[in-house]
């Protein structure tokens, strides 16, 4: 079958770095993505890694290693406006490349 | 306008009622999705189309019926549903069908939360 794997809470205090893993196992990859969802929010776009390294996008990163099947969302300079939900996807190497998400991670910022 | 923008925004119904959730893009693209997203559970595809055709069922149950009467409309028309299928409905449109093409975004609406009672 076809399955993400992250944490599911996180918690970590302003001005910290946290760093969110994903690892997948699906039948195809093209490539990872990461989502944000605040609470009562529509999920939205942070990064997408299609090769191996290090994408960098403010205080957000995403990193990815296809030989591992892994991945990562660095934050960096926690604020509290982070606290959120983080969804991984993958796109999967079926005909049409659908998105596959992982159950989220909930990052709790504290003060 | 701009974005997704699903309605209702929160709905109840019984089990043998009939009602339909709508979605609009104002973004210009060509594909656009339905996702089921209940607690502790991940994203769940229901419904792919593209271009108005539908590329994708994921093997969901016929009581809920996709319509795409143009690029920009969705529609998910619902009817004696069950109380698992309580949960939040979110629609999202690409600027293709593959998963969000070479960048991998989805455009989310904030969802249409369903309580079948």
């Known amino acids: 079958g076809q399955s993400l794997e992250q944490p599911s809470e996180v918690t970590a205090v302003e001005g910290a770095i946290v760093q969110i893993n994903c690892t997948y196992q699906?039948?195809?990859?093209?490539?990872l993505s990461w989502y944000q969802q605040h609470d009562g929010g529509a999920p939205t776009f942070l990064s997408y890694?299609?090769?191996?390294g290090l994408e960098e996008t403010g205080r957000f990163s995403s990193f990815l290693s296809r030989s591992d099947s892994y991945g990562y969302l660095l934050l960096q300079e926690l604020q509290m406006k982070d606290s959120a939900s983080y969804f991984c996807a993958v796109r999967d190497g079926g005909s049409q490349g659908n998105l596959i998400f992982g159950k989220g991670t909930k990052l709790s910022v504290k003060p | 306008e701009t974005g997704v923008t699903q309605t209702p925004r929160h709905l109840v119904m019984g089990m043998t009622n009939k009602k339909s959730l709508k979605c609009e893009q104002h973004l210009g693209h060509n594909a656009m999705y339905w996702y089921k997203q209940s607690a502790k559970k991940p994203l769940e595809l229901m419904f792919v189309?593209?271009?108005?055709?539908?590329?994708e069922n994921n093997s969901v149950p016929s009581r809920f019926s996709p319509e795409c009467p143009n690029s920009s409309h969705l529609f998910l028309h619902l009817h004696t549903l069950q109380p698992e299928d309580s949960a939040l409905y979110l629609c999202?449109?690409?600027?293709?069908?593959?998963?969000?093409?070479?960048?991998?975004?989805?455009?989310f609406g904030e969802g249409s939360r369903l309580t079948v009672l």
């Open positions: 189309y593209s271009l108005e055709e539908r590329v």
């Open positions: 699906t039948s195809g990859f093209y490539g």
């Open positions: 999202a449109s690409s600027q293709d069908s593959a998963g969000g093409g070479n960048t991998g975004e989805l455009f």
């Open positions: 890694n299609a090769l191996d």
